[in-house]
């Protein structure tokens, strides 16, 4: 079930309000350019911005994500891209070229099972010699040691963001947002958890679900942090 952040229409309404910095684009821009798909589906396509604006360049864009509220925020920003309401273990048989995985969406499956389906779920969404392309946080970086901030508060909404890391029980890390709402004085709150494979595990895992890794990157603008996986679907 996906994260209230993502899947209450009131949290998933601010979601590009409170993260809206999406500097990893360009880089996944340049990669997309470099493969030349025709058919694009965006796993995990959350509110939309990626998949809006690879549709914006000429691209078949399908979304898909688990999470209703934050596809209806996604509607809103173009209508060129087939959204569905899909999670990746459930994907249409679109027939891709490319798979794509931004963000955090690679690490929200904490168990062997859940990644396994939707390594599955997308390899049965390519077509034969199709791409998938996703990041990863690197465990040995411990970059959780680094998300705790301040409160965050927007004028134009009235909300007050607060974060709270959780349990670090490697490979799972969990944390935790608190949404204060000025008007009417209601705080929602989400869970999360990501897990945090290594590389040599991922690896392994995209072999097991016939992929063949063609590439293994680093993130040019979070140096040192994150793999980028680059592979292809095998026979």
């Known amino acids: 079930m996906p994260d209230a952040l993502f899947s209450d229409p009131r949290l998933a309404a601010l979601y590009d309000v409170f993260d809206s910095d999406r500097g990893d684009l360009p880089a996944y821009l340049a990669i997309v350019e470099s493969l030349r798909p025709e058919r694009i589906i965006d796993v995990g396509c959350g509110t939309g911005t990626f998949a809006a604006l690879l549709a914006e360049r000429g691209y078949t864009v399908v979304g898909a994500d688990p999470a209703g509220a934050s596809l209806d925020v996604a509607r809103g920003k173009s209508a060129a891209v087939t959204w569905v309401h899909a999670g990746a273990d ?13 963000g955090n969406v690679a690490q929200v499956f904490v168990t062997d099972e859940e990644w396994a389906g939707a390594l599955r779920g997308i390899r049965g969404a390519l077509r034969d010699g199709g791409h998938l392309v996703f990041e990863a946080r690197r465990p ?3 970059g959780w040691e680094e998300w705790a901030h301040e409160p965050i508060f927007d004028e134009e909404s009235g909300v007050e963001r607060r974060f709270t890391l959780g349990a670090v029980d490697l490979p799972l890390v969990s944390f935790r947002y608190e949404y204060h709402f000025d008007a009417d004085g209601a705080t929602l709150t989400s869970e999360s958890t990501l897990r945090f ?10 072999r097991t679900a016939g992929f063949e890794v063609l590439e293994v990157r680093d993130a040019p603008d979070r140096p040192g942090r994150e793999n980028v996986f680059i592979a292809t679907t095998l026979p």
């Open 90 to 102: 459930e994907l249409p048989e679109v027939g891709a070229d490319l798979a794509l995985m931004t």
């Open 140 to 142: 040995e970086f411990r």
């Open 197 to 206: 494979r290594s590389r040599e595990e991922i690896e392994e895992s995209l």
